[in-house]
């Protein structure tokens, strides 16, 4: 049971990435999906849920609108766009998953118990 990121890399303020993250071992279905992001010298902090019935959360208000999160079942895997991102969006950024979650997003201490991707660095220049 693994989570591989992917799509990191170095864009200029205002630009965009895609980040995808692959389940093997697994299906998504029924499972809630996740983004988390940690910038230097901070605490890893959520950004996206989305539910095992498509129901999205987001954690911060300065994502909305910027960034979405979808998943492709068939596919095993989930993404995060981000668009206009800015100097602050800089982290490394975590994917995760965690079954049995299909109509309410887990809580902090039920997501440590889900699958986790390795990470993947996201650098915005000024």
């Known amino acids: 049971v693994q989570l591989q990121a992917s799509g990191g890399g170095l864009v200029q303020a205002g630009g965009s990435l895609r980040l995808s993250c692959s389940a093997s071992?697994?299906?998504?279905?029924?499972?809630?999906i996740g983004w988390f992001r940690q910038a230097p010298g901070k605490e890893r902090e959520e950004v996206l849920c989305?539910?095992?019935?498509?129901?999205?959360?987001y954690y911060s208000d300065s994502m909305k609108g910027r960034f979405t999160i979808s998943r492709d079942n068939a596919k095993t895997t989930f993404y995060l766009q981000m668009n206009d991102l800015k100097p602050e969006d800089t982290a490394v950024y975590y994917c995760?998953?965690?079954?049995?979650?299909?109509?309410?997003?887990?809580?902090?201490?039920?997501?440590?118990?889900?699958?986790w991707g390795q990470g993947t660095q996201v650098t915005v220049s000024s």
């Open positions: 995760a998953a965690r079954g049995s979650f299909y109509y309410t997003c887990p809580s902090l201490d039920q997501w440590v118990s889900g699958s």
């Open positions: 071992g697994f299906t998504l279905d029924y499972h809630a």
């Open positions: 989305m539910t095992g019935s498509g129901d999205t959360t």
